[in-house]
């Protein structure tokens, strides 16, 4: 993949003519929903480029009638995403937590030992890998992210900074390597050319090896009213519908699936070669049926989604207007990817919230973008203290109001924005 900037231009004129499927290559006419322009989601603005122009991209999400992939067109190039990616997994301890039990239960599901190789696609910083080393599981990550590689590289986890594909799985199949398990957490979503990725995926697991792919479930997006979680490095929403098509494309087959509380409600699928051993679970077909009877294969699920998200704007709007009529001072906890998007859609700026937090401290000093919201470490709660705390990462609000629920002492309450605004009084929370 090679990506320059005539192309890109070639691609967006292409799109604006006829919009064909990722995955399927049908024509694809229905709007999900249309956020609008903003910028892209992680580009935190250092404060020596507060005054430079932004470049801002539509955020105008397109459903497939016939495979039901919700899908944005990739205005942003994967090299612009990854050169240097602000999302260091370890950041998150339940996140953290969730991919060590996670090895424990593969390796010893599917008898993983020192003779196995376990490939993870988009490692990140090794989170998820490091816990194979204490059971004596061989393992590589494949990480484009050269900043986030490094610090796996450090800790001992053996990564190749690189992007994945057709073209990478002969490479390592040539060095003798192939996988008993591919593990691919929250990558399936930011992969352009689907069929490319899922076609290396396809050639690199062994005979009977396993894939696993964990991606946030487009039910619950839509159930939950999740506008929130697209944005521009986000290009697929996925139901299990969709791939279970896509696994029949590339010679594999979808044999269990679990649903997850992570990203506001995921699911984990297991996958194998067509022809390999194993046997589709009932969970499979339980959940495929409850997505037909969910409405997961009528374009009228999709169409209907953006009133709904509508009225979350104008309700998050009026709660923050309605607090600073009352003179009530607001911060935000963390800067997620996710939060952008809702900042930015809201139009939600430093007249509604004077600052926000985050814990990982590559991101202390620069400003939100967009909206341009400073970010500062979360000590700065304690000394501002505010009365209210707008959660971007409402996926983690359990985890966060935990952790500050010293702010009681100043009466201080959370604001949850998704599904609807929800006030949380720390003084009374029950995680
Ligand atoms: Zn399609």
Known sequence: MNFHPADMRRQDADIEHERRCRLCAAPIRHTFIDLGMSPPCENFISPDRLGNMETYYPLHVMVCEECFLVQLPEHISPQEIFTEYAYFSSYSTSWVAHAKRYCDHAAARFGLGQDSLVVELASNDGYLLQHFQPLGVPTLGIEPAANVAQAAIAKGVPTRIDFFGVRLARELIAEGKQADLIVGNNVLAQVPDLN????????????????TLEFPHVERLIDENQFD????????????????????????????????????GSLRVYLARADSNYRPSPAVSGLLEREVSGGLKEMTTYTSF????????????????????????ICGYGAPGKGNTL????????????????????????????????????????????????????????????????????????????????????AEHQP
């Not at 490319?196 to 894939?211: N, R």
């Not at 009133?307 to 003179?327: P, Q």
């Not at 985890?399 to 702010?407: P, W």
């Open 343 to 426: 900042l930015n859609y809201c139009a939600i700026g430093t007249d509604f919230l004077d600052f926000t937090v985050d814990r990982n401290p590559y991101k202390h000093g620069r400003f939100t973008p967009g909206m341009h919201i400073p970010i500062k470490p979360v000590e700065a709660i304690q000394e501002a203290k505010p009365d209210y705390i707008l959660i971007l990462p409402w996926n983690l609000k359990d985890e966060i109001v935990k952790q500050m629920s010293h702010v009681a002492t100043w009466g201080a309450k959370f604001v949850v924005p998704i599904p609807f605004v929800k006030v949380i009084d720390p």
């Open 229 to 264: 979680t697209i944005y521009h490095e986000h290009f697929s929403y996925f139901s299990l519908t969709t791939i279970d098509m896509m696994a029949a494309r590339h010679g594999l087959k979808v044999f269990d699936v679990e649903e997850l509380p992570t990203h506001g």
């Open 306 to 329: 953006a009133d709904r998200a509508h009225g979350a704007k104008r309700d998050l709007l009026s709660f923050l207007i309605a607090a600073k009529n009352e003179g009530k001072t």
């Open 196 to 211: 490319d990725f899922v076609a290396g995926i396809a050639l690199l697991t062994k005979p009977q090896g396993v894939v």
